[in-house]
């Protein structure tokens, strides 16, 4: 069922989307010619090669808990680490992509609900040596596997926290501003309207969203509705595999549909 519902949404998303030559804001077409479609460095794609491929060849087993949608993948919670970086691990495309994010963007403080086996932490962590990331996971064995990689590849600058995002968000990320917000911790369009809600105090006019998945399901495009329409929101962009939130002031309210 999902599987139809996302082919007939990528057909809707690839009639209605354009590059950067159908784009007419100077920080939108800026953002696609200068970060999209500009080349991550060798030396970045070969180092999270290298922490992916060894979660690849990781044939140990673990006990996943999970507390979002569940995987349409996996018929146990009993789960091989090379399974889980093969199957739920963030591609290399979309690793690129946020090492391109962070570095264009400069970002300082970032918050990541979902660290999973942490190929995409890693991502945001090798972008920027000198940021600091808050990323929130809930399972505790997945999350150990993470914590084990980044000890082992010395990423010093990311703090790993346990816990439902449920109980465990608000206090988290209490008094804290963040320049970037990664949401990949739940596909549910309650859970990830109500993360939204709570991370909105924690913005500054120039932080940026970035939503997982919005095509995932018709809640999640019902969520990522919501978010377009919300007041604080000036600026969107739909890439189908990622919504990407803008809160720029100086910006009008416009939504963007982009081939990336």
Not at 62 to 82: L, Q
Not at 97 to 116: C, D, N, R
Not at 232 to 252: L, M, P
């Amino acid at each position: 069922m999902n599987k139809l519902f996302q082919i007939k949404s990528y057909i809707k998303f690839y009639i209605k989307s354009t590059n950067q030559h159908g784009v007419h804001s100077p920080f939108i077409y800026n953002l696609v010619t200068k970060c999209f479609y500009k080349k991550t460095s060798p030396s970045e794609i070969s180092f999270i090669d290298s922490f992916r491929n060894e979660l690849l060849a990781n044939n140990s087993t673990i006990e996943v808990t999970d507390f979002g949608k569940g995987s349409r993948f996996f018929k146990t919670n009993i789960r091989k680490i090379s399974k889980i970086a093969k199957i739920a691990g963030i591609s290399k495309r979309r690793a690129n992509l946020l090492i391109k994010i962070v570095t264009y963007f400069s970002s300082q403080h970032i918050l990541e609900l979902g660290t999973s086996l942490g190929i995409g932490t890693a991502s945001m962590s090798i972008a920027n040596p000198k940021c600091c990331i808050t990323t929130i996971e809930g399972c505790s064995e997945t999350g150990r596997i993470a914590q084990e990689q980044f000890d082992k590849y010395n990423l010093t600058n990311i703090n790993l926290h346990f816990g439902n995002l449920n109980t465990t968000l608000s206090y988290i990320i209490k008094d804290q501003s963040y320049d970037l917000v990664y949401f990949d911790g739940n596909h549910q369009k309650e859970a990830t309207i109500n993360y939204f809600n709570q991370c909105l105090e924690n913005i500054h006019n120039d932080s940026v969203f970035i939503f997982d998945d919005i095509h995932w399901s018709k809640e999640m495009e019902e969520a990522w509705e919501f978010i377009k329409e919300s007041s604080y929101v000036t600026v969107t962009i739909d890439t189908f595999y990622w919504g990407f939130v803008f809160f720029r002031k100086e910006q009008k309210k416009e939504h963007f549909t982009i081939r990336v």
